[in-house]
């Protein structure tokens, strides 16, 4: 049988056609910008306040999340260090931009996460930990 | 740098012959995971906390949408969700380039996903 190529999408056909090839800094990279796109690719690049309020209990909360990582990235990865104490290294652009507040409320919002990264990650270290043991397992069978 | 999790990532980018910035994959990475955690954590605020966020979200007023979160969104919710969306994140990442690596790289990660704090210490 003949691969359905016109029931997929573009991104989904190149994910097919590169996977038996791919090197794994080339699937990494895949991956990565894959899970990145699914925030930044909603079209909500420029949504306003009203937005938030008028989607509902669910989607404003993410609405929130998608300002984040799909409007500033650079501002947010410039101005993390100030809040965690650069205990992740972060890197990023020198220019804030217009939607300055809006970045920063959303980072802002990381308040629990900063207070949770000064601890050193050590629980999510103690879970991703046990998390990975059990991975391997699972290639080993 | 003394972040286990950050040098866990990167050791497991080494293993398997990651070519590019590796520092740089594992603070997208990392950031991709707090997004989600944000996310997933605004998702349990009560809808009348949420309606207020949204009108000082309107107003751009980050101090006080800062302090509502950090009023209802606790340090261990928080851990929880993050937590969870690491631990999901990496193994989807790792599933996904298991396929592409030979024998030697795989087994190589198997022995460290099997015991990455003995891993870690040795390191």
Known sequence: ?141 | MDNPVYDFLTTVLTIIGYEDDKEHFVNQFMMLCIQEANAAAFATLPLDVQKQLDAHVKKNEAHVVGEMLVKHITKDTYEEHLSLQIQTNFEDYIETIIPTLDKQKKNTLLDFLSDPDKQLIAS
């Open chain 1, 1 to 141: 049988m003949s691969e359905p190529v016109h029931a997929h999408t573009h991104e989904h056909v190149s994910a097919h056609t590169e996977h038996h090839h791919a090197t794994p800094t080339a699937e990494s990279n895949n991956w990565l910008g894959s899970k990145l796109s699914r925030w930044t690719g909603h079209g909500l690049l420029t949504m306003g306040g009203e937005f938030f309020s008028s989607l509902g209990m669910l989607t404003t909360p993410v609405g929130i999340g998608l300002t984040m990582a799909s409007g500033y990235p650079g501002y947010l990865l410039m101005t993390l260090p100030t809040f965690v104490g650069g205990a992740i290294g972060w890197q990023g652009a020198k220019n804030a931009g217009s939607g300055e507040k809006t970045a920063y409320i959303g980072i802002k919002a990381l308040a629990p996460a900063v207070a949770f990264m000064s601890s050193g990650f050590a629980s999510i270290w103690s879970t991703l930990s046990l998390a990975s043991t059990a991975l391997a397992m699972r290639h080993r069978s």
